[in-house]
């Protein structure tokens, strides 16, 4: 079975400019997570999908970020414009339903000048 | 709101010793706890979490909760438990995960 799929892997971009991520979930995962790890911290939870609508986006700073997942299978996450505190490892995830285990992508690490 | 402490930010043991990672929450609610690792140059994943009461590679985590605690434990380290391990709280009725900000175990030769 395929993991979960992200890219770019790194990115370097200056502060004020736009950056997107994108995510393939593990095939028929119905729920998918981005989250933010900021380096020396656990991975916070920026927003849950289900299926293609948001569950939980309580933490996504919304004045800069957005995140979708059109036809409930890929996800693209955006950043307009970055800020230096944006740099992070950002996380995906995907899991069969809510309540399930989680399985991560590996990652793209994202460094703002 | 809920919260996850992990004390220890570095732990090193020697191999065949045993080691414990703390694991402390705060949670109004009935928890459902779980340790994640992550080995060097690997993706984070699911070690075990305490409503399947299984023990992993050897590891275990007992759910106190007179004393908010789920620490893992692991009678006999070895070199390849040297990893990251995050203690993680589920909450709420979509179940999201609150992370704590791990713990880096290297087991010694």
């Known amino acids: 079975e395929a993991g979960v799929a992200q890219s770019p892997r790194y990115k370097i971009i200056e502060k004020r400019q736009s950056v997107a991520f994108w995510c393939n979930p593990i095939s028929g995962h119905a729920t998918l997570y981005w989250y933010q790890q900021i380096l020396g911290q656990g991975p916070k939870l920026l927003i849950q999908f289900q299926n293609n609508g948001v569950v939980d986006d309580s933490q996504l700073p919304k004045d800069r970020f957005s995140a979708e997942r059109l036809k409930g299978v890929d996800s693209t996450l955006k950043i307009q414009p970055a800020k230096l505190e944006d740099s992070a490892v950002y996380l995906c995830?995907?899991?069969?339903?809510?309540?399930?285990?989680?399985?991560f992508g590996p990652g793209t690490r994202l460094l703002v000048l | 709101a809920q919260r996850v402490t992990q004390p220890e930010k570095l732990l090193s043991v020697f191999k065949g010793a045993p080691v414990e990672l703390k694991c402390n929450y705060s949670y109004s609610g009935s928890p459902e706890l779980f340790w994640y690792v992550q080995y060097s140059r690997q993706r984070l994943q699911l070690l075990l979490r305490h409503i399947s009461r299984e023990s992993i590679k050897g590891f275990t985590a007992d759910l106190n909760k007179g004393e908010t605690s789920f620490h893992l434990k692991k009678p006999f380290a070895q070199e390849e438990d040297s990893a990251m391990y995050y203690c993680?709280?589920?909450?709420?009725?979509?179940?999201?995960?609150?992370f704590g900000s791990g713990t880096q175990l290297t087991v010694l030769p």
């Open positions: 995830a995907s899991s069969p339903r809510q309540i399930e285990t989680q399985y």
């Open positions: 993680a709280l589920s909450s709420g009725s979509a179940r999201q995960l609150t």
